[in-house]
């Protein structure tokens, strides 16, 4: 289990679809994902996070089939052969099931087990659970994001989809909270929400980030750089992000991020 004391771990992206915003494509050949998956946990992921569909800006879905295809594979080859965590993002019951039945330990969903079915289906698998705030859905959530507090109405969904989850019979320790930066928000809400990250942490709960690559570390750092060319931006959005308490850090480059990390458990 991921509890709030624990140092932060990394999780690894793991994009098995065509149209991911940073590498979409590059891995969704299954012998493709295997090989980065295993390269993943030896630059120091404690978590594989093997998603099937894209949920950038302007996406898509894809069919229950479709989604299935790519990720239950991928899953079932890299269970036997990785020393980590697999974490399945999805927001679909049916591939949560048989994700978790493949291997999977965690669900890592961005609709926060909203869709009919995910709560019961979440429950049963025994699974750890990310619920992640987004305000809309990826088709039209950057469109023209609004709040009156951003950080109050973040926390007050996540904190009703904790109760949520209690009532279905998933333990408090088995749940994980993401902010969702860049889901639904503007980059002054991204700012305010870094800001402000520890307020998140409903009932003590282990924080999840994941700025890694995003559009927002491109206007930090004031320009229109490419999502490859975000690194060290990434990395350094992620080492203020664990030392504002996030305990787990999904990101494109694990082994910059462990580094990172290294120097920061050294020098405190």
Same mark, same amino acid.
């Given at each position: 289990? =991921?509890?709030?004391?624990?140092?932060?771990?990394?999780?690894? =992206?793991?994009?098995?679809?065509? $149209? &991911?915003?940073?590498?979409?494509?590059?891995?969704? %050949?299954?012998?493709?994902?295997?090989? #980065?998956?295993? %390269?993943?946990?030896?630059?120091?992921?404690?978590?594989? $996070?093997?998603?099937?569909?894209?949920?950038?800006?302007?996406?898509?879905?894809?069919?229950?089939?479709?989604?299935?295809?790519?990720?239950?594979?991928?899953?079932?080859?890299?269970?036997?052969?990785?020393? %980590?965590? =697999?974490?399945?993002?999805?927001?679909?019951?049916?591939?949560?099931? %048989?994700?978790?039945?493949?291997?999977?330990?965690?669900?890592? /969903?961005?609709?926060?087990?909203?869709?009919?079915?995910?709560?019961?289906?979440?429950?049963?698998?025994?699974?750890?659970?990310?619920?992640?705030?987004?305000?809309?859905?990826?088709? &039209?959530?950057?469109? /023209?994001?609004?709040? /009156? /507090?951003?950080?109050?109405?973040?926390?007050?969904?996540?904190?009703?989809?904790?109760?949520?989850?209690?009532?279905?019979?998933?333990?408090?320790?088995?749940?994980?909270?993401?902010?969702?930066?860049?889901?639904?928000?503007?980059?002054?809400?991204?700012?305010?929400?870094?800001?402000?990250? &520890?307020?998140?942490?409903?009932?003590?709960?282990?924080?999840?980030?994941?700025?890694?690559?995003?559009?927002?570390?491109?206007?930090?750092?004031?320009?229109?750089?490419?999502?490859?060319?975000?690194?060290?931006?990434?990395?350094?959005?992620?080492?203020?992000?664990?030392? #504002?308490?996030?305990?787990?850090?999904?990101?494109? $480059?694990?082994?910059?991020?462990?580094?990172?990390?290294?120097?920061?458990?050294?020098?405190?």
């Amino acid at each position: 289990m =991921i509890h709030r004391t624990n140092p932060p771990q990394i999780m690894g =992206i793991l994009n098995v679809t065509p $149209d &991911s915003f940073s590498d979409g494509g590059r891995f969704l %050949a299954p012998g493709q994902a295997i090989e #980065r998956a295993l %390269a993943m946990v030896e630059e120091g992921a404690g978590i594989i $996070d093997v998603g099937g569909e894209s949920t950038r800006p302007g996406s898509a879905g894809v069919s229950l089939q479709e989604e299935l295809d790519r990720v239950i594979p991928v899953v079932e080859a890299i269970a036997s052969r990785v020393n %980590a965590l =697999i974490s399945v993002d999805t927001s679909k019951p049916e591939v949560m099931r %048989a994700a978790c039945v493949a291997g999977a330990g965690m669900i890592n /969903d961005v609709f926060a087990l909203q869709a009919p079915g995910a709560l019961a289906v979440a429950a049963g698998t025994g699974a750890q659970v990310c619920l992640m705030h987004m305000q809309g859905e990826p088709r &039209s959530m950057q469109v /023209d994001p609004r709040y /009156d /507090d951003v950080v109050a109405e973040v926390r007050d969904f996540l904190a009703a989809r904790v109760a949520a989850c209690l009532e279905a019979g998933i333990r408090e320790d088995r749940l994980v909270l993401d902010p969702g930066f860049g889901f639904g928000k503007t980059h002054a809400h991204n700012l305010t929400l870094m800001n402000h990250l &520890s307020a998140l942490a409903v009932n003590g709960l282990p924080l999840l980030v994941g700025v890694s690559r995003k559009s927002m570390i491109g206007k930090m750092l004031g320009d229109d750089r490419p999502p490859r060319e975000r690194v060290t931006g990434s990395v350094a959005a992620a080492l203020l992000a664990a030392q #504002r308490g996030a305990r787990i850090l999904r990101v494109h $480059d694990v082994g910059a991020t462990r580094d990172a990390l290294r120097v920061l458990a050294a020098l405190g």
